[in-house]
């Protein structure tokens, strides 16, 4: 059972536009919600975390929003850049750490010149 | 630098022919653990270790033993690798409960192939 649910699986959007990846999560005991970014022939790299005390968190173009009623989390890129495509990751844990990082299946980001 | 390192980062085998992925870190890092990529399916983890000498299983590991007999090392054991475990391998590790910001470090990958 997928603990973590991630969505669209591939986007393209044009320079300057805005990508929206979406996760939704079922396990209510989950309190640490990290994005990972991996570009190809790397490994995942943490982008931005958040934890459920806060609905917002915003790190230069990278903003993750988190709904805790609607157990739902996304990221948001403002002003894609071509040096953003990559493969992004959405993940949960319990306990604030990375022990058990459960991962969302990815999402491949394209985004064109 | 801060690493952490995988060997080998390439490798074809055979149905059978045991092999080791070692995978060594620099930063201390209690907690280390391994995942597996496949496409599709994501990162799945397959064990995790909190500490020398304390190792559980994550939520693929069938065909695969680790150990971790030092606080730097955690060698991933294919003891009868199969075409089914042919994937992408990581490595990663953590400050884990000794604090931190609970980010996790992952190696840059290790690509088998089991024919």
């Known amino acids: 059972q997928q603990q973590v649910k991630q969505s669209p699986q591939s986007l393209i959007v044009q320079k300057g536009g805005i990508s929206i990846i979406n996760c939704a999560y079922e396990?209510?005991?989950?309190?640490?919600f990290p994005w990972y970014q991996q570009f190809p022939g790397k490994g995942p790299a943490l982008l931005i975390a958040i934890r459920p005390d806060v609905s917002e968190k915003k790190e230069g173009r990278f903003t993750i929003s988190f709904n805790k009623s609607a157990k739902q989390f996304s990221l948001h890129i403002m002003d894609s850049q071509p040096g953003d495509s990559a493969t992004y990751f959405c993940?949960?844990?319990?306990?604030?750490?990375?022990?058990?990082?459960?991962f969302g299946k990815g999402m491949k980001l394209t985004v064109n010149p | 630098e801060a690493q952490v390192t995988q060997n080998p980062r390439y490798l074809i085998t055979v149905t059978g022919k045991k092999l080791t992925v070692t995978c060594s870190q620099n930063m201390n890092h209690e907690y280390m653990s391994w995942y597996r990529q496949d496409p599709g399916l994501g990162l799945r983890q397959i064990y995790y270790s909190m500490n020398v000498e304390v190792t559980d299983k994550g939520d693929v590991p069938e065909g695969y033993k680790v150990s971790r007999k030092e606080k730097r090392n955690f060698p991933l054991i294919l003891e009868s690798p199969s075409p089914n475990q042919t994937s992408l391998y990581f490595c990663a590790s953590s400050f884990g409960r000794q604090g931190g910001t609970g980010e996790l470090f992952f190696g840059e990958g290790s690509r088998l192939t089991v024919l």
């Open positions: 993940a949960a844990s319990i306990g604030g750490g990375s022990e058990k990082l459960v």
């Open positions: 396990n209510t005991a989950f309190d640490y």
